[in-house]
């Protein structure tokens, strides 16, 4: 993991309080626009502490504007007492999204409300985008909504019926973007786009989409034959020979090397290079990676994404305890944790399709293994269930700071390749 700058807060060793969550918010193609970060520790309820800001300072300054040009938005959950913490002034204001709640009840008077506007109208003017809920078209609340940059409405917890109405009223203030929570099923999403949401946050994208009879695509089978010669040590020019008959293939495997991601020195220009260069053994972690492009139809796009965080985060975290040929093996774990919904078919059957090491079936196929532990832990990162992803981290004796770091890392660096 890269090493505390001297000018940037330094990271608290201290025992495991707070732990991180993140849910990929999306747009209407299911690409992955935006994350929203939240404390999901059962003693708070904000994104505020000072180990958390100093995460967030880390994650904006670790790389260049360049390289952060184009990285999701964060969307931050935000107490009002928290709004004027120094934390803010540690954060880039045009990569975050302050989600604030309405008043607590009995502090939500007509000068309660007023009050506080003018402290979202000082946070606004540095910046900051804002986001709320379905409280904000209210009319006790309409002073807000003019600060509004996104409105956010439960499809869940909200009544049906009440829906439509509620967009239509969202819809008047045209500076406002729409994203539906709670979005768990295709036919949900299919539904919040019919109503005029232009952004999407649950897990319908990440739910396997088993077909029967289900075959591979062309470029799918071309990866795994790819990953069998690789797995088997194959020759230089036989793997070159599978690579002429798909040059789709060949484009995109050195597009994958040579991203910003990878971080090499100088550019990969033929596979023969990147044999040389690389070696087998990574070949075949990035020959995974590769396989994240290739989704079948109805899969969609953020997918690809979710499982390359999944395979940088199991990365990160097993640098921790674990030599580097796992923490490699670590990455092809959580990239191919999504392999049933990146082919279409039981994890058994799509794992089947190629050899891998004992250490990556025994994970993905019976949870048992060297890198079990990390994968379930990664899975808690994305899970609501506070308990397990205390139980995860606890078990492999890591802080609440080494995992948070890691997830924050896993996103930028997902974000930086070119899938």
Same mark, same amino acid.
């Given at each position: ?29 299911? =690409?992955?626009?935006? $994350?929203?970060?939240?404390?999901? @520790?059962?003693?708070?309820?904000? +994104? ?43 954060? #880039? ?15 939500? &008077?007509? =000068?309660?409300? #007023?009050?506080?506007?003018? @402290? ?16 904000? *078209? ?22 049906? %019926? ?12 045209? @500076? ?28 319908? +994208? ?7 009879? =289900? ?12 990953? $069998?010669?690789?797995?088997? /040590?194959? @020759? ?27 971080? *090499?020195?100088?550019?990969? &220009?033929?596979?023969? $290079? ?5 070696? !087998? ?35 990160? !975290?097993?640098? $921790? *305890?674990?030599?580097? /040929?796992?923490?490699?093996?670590? +990455? ?7 392999? #049933? ?20 079936? #025994?994970? !993905? ?11 379930? *832990? ?9 308990? %397990? ?31």
């Amino acid at each position: 993991m890269t090493p505390p700058r001297a000018d940037r807060p330094t990271l608290a060793t201290t025992p495991m309080t707070l732990s991180m969550a993140r849910q990929p918010i999306l747009n209407a193609q299911g =690409q992955v626009v935006a $994350h929203e970060l939240f404390d999901r @520790s059962a003693s708070a309820h904000t +994104f505020t502490a000072a180990s958390d800001a100093a995460l967030l300072f880390n994650l904006l300054t670790d790389a260049t504007p360049e390289e952060f040009s184009g990285q999701p938005t964060l969307f931050i959950n935000c107490t009002h007492a928290t709004l004027a913490a120094g934390h803010l002034d540690l954060v #880039d204001a045009e990569h975050v999204v302050l989600e604030v709640g309405p008043l607590p009840v009995g502090q939500d &008077t007509p =000068q309660d409300i #007023d009050t506080f506007w003018h @402290s979202l109208v000082a946070v606004h003017a540095r910046g900051f985008k804002l986001a709320f809920n379905h409280t904000v *078209l209210s009319p006790a609340y309409a002073p807000w909504l003019g600060l509004a940059s996104f409105i956010k409405l439960d499809l869940a917890s909200l009544e049906p %019926a009440k829906h439509a109405s509620l967009v239509q009223q969202a819809q008047q203030n045209p @500076s406002a973007q729409l994203v539906a929570e709670k979005i768990e099923t295709a036919a949900q999403f299919e539904r919040a786009k019919q109503l005029g949401f232009a952004l999407f946050q649950g897990y319908w +994208f990440a739910q396997p989409v088993l077909i029967k009879g =289900q075959t591979l695509r062309p470029a799918q089978a071309a990866i795994l034959q790819l990953i $069998h010669l690789v797995r088997q /040590e194959a @020759s230089t020019s036989e793997i070159e020979e599978v690579l002429k008959h798909d040059p789709t293939l060949s484009f995109n495997l050195l597009r994958f090397i040579n991203s910003a991601g990878f971080g *090499l020195r100088c550019e990969i &220009t033929s596979f023969k $290079h990147a044999v040389m260069i690389l070696g !087998l053994k990574k070949l075949f972690r990035w020959a995974a990676l590769l396989l994240t492009s290739a989704r079948i139809d109805g899969c969609a796009p953020a997918v690809s994404q979710a499982a390359v965080v999944r395979g940088r985060l199991m990365e990160l !975290l097993a640098a $921790h *305890l674990l030599p580097p /040929e796992e923490c490699d093996n670590a +990455f092809v774990v959580g990239i191919f944790s999504m392999l #049933d919904a990146m082919l279409g078919m039981a994890m058994k059957d799509a794992l089947g399709t190629m050899p891998l090491p004992q250490t990556v079936t #025994d994970a !993905l196929l019976h949870q048992c293994g060297v890198l079990a532990p990390f994968l379930s *832990l990664t899975l808690a990162c994305e899970s609501a269930d506070d308990a %397990a992803f205390a139980q995860h981290a606890t078990a492999l004796q890591l802080t609440g700071d080494q995992v948070n770091l890691a997830h924050l890392q896993a996103l930028v660096w997902a974000q930086n390749m070119t899938l």
